[in-house]
């Protein structure tokens, strides 16, 4: 995987520590909130995502993007327990 860390909202991945930079999913409804907003890699091979490292002064934003991103994206799976051997 990453190796780092992932930050979740809701039961959802919203974003990624790596390296010591806030990396957020690159969806409209956080582009929207945190304009001009310069893409990079969280990981080796990673997709793009919002460098959100800029909006870190400013909580009540970057809690908004936050919220918006867990409300956009879908709810995960429930997983199937394991079974004892």
Known sequence: MFGEYAIY???KVIG???DDTLFLKN????RALLPNAELGEAYPGSKAYIVA?????EPEILAHA???LADALPTPKPKT???AP
């Not at 969806?27 to 956080?30: H, K, N, R, V």
């Not at 490292?53 to 002064?57: E, K, M, T, V």
């Open 66 to 68: 936050a919220r918006a």
């Open 53 to 57: 490292d800029p909006w870190l002064d």
């Open 27 to 30: 969806l409209p409804e956080a």
């Open 9 to 11: 909202l809701q039961d």
């Open 81 to 83: 327990p394991k079974r």
């Open 16 to 18: 990624f520590i790596c």
